[in-house]
């Protein structure tokens, strides 16, 4: 399914885009960039675990592997989105909403902070979580394999 307004790309859509999984590229590939959008929560969500990586790496082998992994990953960030869309007062807002409702509990709090932005900014939050996601009101959510 196609849409014609903002996208944001979750953290699995990222991360199986620079593992070079097919419908991630795909999905990169057919969405024009001034479309694509993710959070500031994604963006940490990627980035940490490649930093983390990196701070940890105890040869040559794996402190240059970290890096450039590291690297890409920025790359990806600084390039591939139109805006790499912050926690605003807006959003805290519908954070405070979200937070309050009971079916809600099971959901990470990082996931109701990705969905808050998305439902401030009225945008489709393109993942490959689409069931997770579901019983939040109001938000659009599409799977990248579709």
Do not use: W
């Not at 690297?71 to 959003?91: G, K, Y």
């Amino acid at each position: 399914m196609e849409f014609l307004g903002v996208e944001i790309y979750d953290t699995d859509l990222i991360s199986e885009y620079l593992r070079d999984h097919p419908e991630a590229i795909a999905r990169f590939r057919r969405t024009p960039k001034e479309r694509r959008f993710t959070t500031i929560i994604n963006e940490i969500e990627v980035l940490v675990p490649r930093y983390r990586y990196l701070e940890t790496a105890d040869t040559i082998e794996r402190i240059i592997d970290a890096q450039v992994r590291l690297n890409i990953a920025c790359d990806l960030m600084r390039t591939a989105f139109t805006e790499v869309l912050p926690m605003d007062l807006f959003s805290g807002r519908i954070l405070a909403e979200l937070s309050q409702m009971r079916g809600l509990k099971k959901i990470g709090h990082n996931d109701l902070l990705i969905a808050s932005i998305a439902l401030r900014h009225d945008a489709v939050l393109v993942t490959g979580n689409v069931k997770h996601f579901s019983n939040v009101p109001r938000l659009k959510s599409v799977d990248f394999r579709a």
